[in-house]
Nanobody, 126 residues
Framework: QVQLVESGGGSVQAGGSLRLSCAASGNTYIRCVAWFRQAPGKEREGVASIYTGGASTHYADSVKGRFTISQDNAKNTVYLQMSSLKPEDTAMYYC????????????????????WGQGTQVTVSS
C-alpha cells in the first residue's frame, strides 16, 4: 500500500510560481512518480514524470521549460516546481505512482498508475 499526499496548490497571478509536493508513505519503494492535471470539463492529462531510480524526467510540451519535476529521496517526496504560470495551467493537480514497479513510460496514461493522491488545486488568474 502507498499513500500519496499532495500539497502546495493555491491561487496566483499569471507569471507567478508555485511548488507542489507529493509525499509518499507506506510502501515507499516506488520508482516512477507522475503529475497529472484535470481542468473542469477536460480530461485528465499527464504533465510530468520522474524515474526516481535514475532521475530521468519527461514533460508535456505545454509545460516544458516552465515546470520542473524533482525528488528528495530522504523525504520520500516528489516536487513540481511551476514557473511562468498561465491561466490555462488552472486545474486540479494529482500525483500518481505504481507499485510494484513495471516501468516509467512516456507519454503518460492513467492506467499505468494504481495509486493516486487526493489532488491539490492550482488557480492562475490573468
Amino acid at each position: 500500500q502507498v499513500q500519496l499526499v499532495e500539497s502546495g496548490g493555491g491561487s496566483v497571478q499569471a507569471g507567478g510560481s508555485l511548488r507542489l509536493s507529493c509525499a509518499a508513505s507506506g510502501n515507499t519503494y516506488i520508482r516512477c512518480v507522475a503529475w497529472f492535471r484535470q481542468a473542469p470539463g477536460k480530461e485528465r492529462e499527464g504533465v510530468a514524470s520522474i524515474y526516481t531510480g535514475g532521475a530521468s524526467t519527461h514533460y508535456a510540451d505545454s509545460v516544458k521549460g516552465r515546470f520542473t519535476i524533482s525528488q528528495d529521496n530522504a523525504k520520500n517526496t516528489v516536487y513540481l516546481q511551476m514557473s511562468s504560470l498561465k491561466p490555462e495551467d488552472t486545474a486540479m493537480y494529482y500525483c500518481a505512482t505504481r507499485t510494484p514497479f513495471n516501468g516509467c513510460y512516456w507519454p503518460l496514461r492513467q492506467s499505468q498508475f494504481n495509486y493516486w493522491g487526493q489532488g491539490t488545486q492550482v488557480t492562475v488568474s490573468s
